[in-house]
């Protein structure tokens, strides 16, 4: 006989998915296996930021030490410069808001990232690369398990599917389709239709040139440069940069915006992904101040991302199916959240999960706790994301620019700079302000309660 309660595949070896896993290596008697789609584990993109309400869960699963190692700056509860905010799309800038926040923003090269979550899985966690997911089938039989079949063409079964493999999910586009035959199966037609047409991920109309460059680089054309010491936003009408230093300041991270919201939602044309001459990210900038022309001439290699989101769902589970990150509420990154909401889902669903109360007969309950819990927080965070995404390419009705901004106090560009900062820290205050802690204890508490089942 096992002496696991149950087995766990994790279909993605990212951030979410593999903190999914740690956490859930915390509980000895269950079996755990993550499926990564790639040849290896790793990570794709430069830097990742974590806001304190993330960082208090990764300490709490004892990664602190490693992680504070890694950091730009090492962790502090001490008032910190999240960002720098200014209007730089005019010949000379213009400095209108310093965010500061408790710890401020905790930034790690992704990759440093990863590997102290890989170091951190527990014995029993099986590890499986070149395993993309292509479709997953839940049994109903009296022995219920998941069959999952990969790309190429194997396959293995689980008692528990947490579907965390990004934005494409496989997990996500079945789960839609489950989800759309009972709301038919209930005559709710329309439902299902509304669900089907929410499974694929959407284009958000904005592409992102990233890049990544020694500091030394733009050290030699500008040693003053601010973005040396401080992390910065420049905002610009149908654009934004987010720039800052990682590798404790050897590197600089840069991802630059463009944004059509009159394409938000329709088909990208052409690869999701792919480098692109420095050229052509220049040429898009062509009119912006000298310091972040200067930026941009230092990266010698640019990826071009067309970013893509999802829409809301009815829920994020279905059965025995869980989906957690990108999988289930991909959002813009215009708080840095994205991957602080994929670690919060897998704390939360691992704490259910891991839960003595929770047995091979009681792990739909289980699943349908946590998404009370998380899909609400969840899709609140991804349309701030996007709200702010709007105030920083200057979109926001009423709060737009025609001409270079004067910040002369009084004056009505000043005006309009104060309320896009005033909205921008109203949207972000979750980050710093709350803790996930009140959500734990109430998914322990619904777990007796009749209301989710059995």
């Known amino acids: 006989m096992s002496p696991h309660r149950f087995r766990v595949a994790v279909c993605g070896g990212g951030v979410g998915g593999l903190v999914c896993a740690v956490a859930l290596s915390r509980y000895h008697d269950i079996h755990i296996d993550v499926y990564e789609a790639a040849s290896a584990f790793t990570e794709i ?18 990664l602190a030490d490693e992680l504070a190692k890694i950091a730009v700056v090492p962790p502090t509860d001490i008032p910190q410069i999240a960002f720098h905010f ?7 800038g213009v400095n209108f808001y310093t965010l500061s926040t408790p710890g401020g923003l905790l930034a790690f090269h992704r990759a ?25 089938t839940q049994s109903r039989s009296r022995d219920p398990s998941i069959r999952l079949d990969f790309q190429d063409g194997s396959s293995a079964t689980c008692d528990v599917l947490i579907g965390a493999d990004g934005v494409k999910s496989a997990a996500r586009a079945c789960l839609v389709e489950e989800l759309a035959a009972v709301a038919r199966a209930e005559g709710r037609h329309q439902d299902a239709q509304k669900v089907l047409a929410a499974g694929p991920p959407k284009w958000s109309g904005t592409v992102a040139y990233r890049a990544l460059f020694p500091s030394q680089t733009l050290r030699q054309r500008l040693p003053s440069h601010r ?15 987010t720039v800052y230093p990682i590798q404790r300041g050897a590197m600089i991270n840069l991802a630059a915006f463009r944004a059509r919201y009159d394409l938000e939602y329709t088909t990208f044309k052409g690869p999701w992904m792919q480098d692109v001459p420095p050229s052509e990210v220049l040429h898009d900038f062509d009119n912006w101040e000298p310091e972040v022309r200067m930026l941009l001439q230092s990266a010698e290699r640019v990826n071009r991302w067309a970013i893509h989101t999802t829409l809301p769902l009815p829920s994020f589970v279905s059965g025995k199916v869980a989906l957690l990150g990108d999988s289930a509420h991909a959002m813009m990154p215009y708080q840095g959240a994205g991957a602080g909401q994929a670690i919060e889902d897998a704390f939360i669903l ?41 105030l920083y390419t200057l979109n926001y ?28 820290r109203m949207n972000w205050e979750w980050a710093w302000k709350t803790t996930l ?5 109430r998914a322990l508490r619904q777990l007796d309660d009749p209301a989710y089942g059995s």
């Open 45 to 62: 993109g430069a830097g990742i930021g974590v806001w304190p309400r993330a960082w208090k869960v990764l300490c709490s699963l004892g």
């Open 86 to 92: 200014r209007k730089g799309d005019q010949p000379e």
């Open 112 to 136: 440093d990232f990863h590997g102290v979550l890989l170091r951190h899985l527990g014995r029993h966690c099986g590890k499986h690369t070149s395993k993309r997911l292509v479709s997953y």
């Open 227 to 241: 973005v040396l010491e401080n992390p910065m936003l420049y905002l610009g009408k149908n654009s934004e940069i």
């Open 350 to 390: 691992a704490t259910v999960l891991g839960d003595r109360r929770t047995t091979q007969s009681t792990i739909s309950r289980a699943l349908r706790v946590y998404d009370s819990i998380r899909r609400p927080f969840a899709l609140r965070i991804q349309e701030a994301s996007r709200e702010n995404g709007i």
């Open 397 to 424: 009705p009423g709060l737009t620019f025609d001409r270079p901004a004067c910040a002369q106090p009084g004056s009505e560009d000043a005006e309009k700079l104060k309320e896009i900062r005033t909205r921008i």
């Open 437 to 441: 802690d009140g959500d734990v204890s």
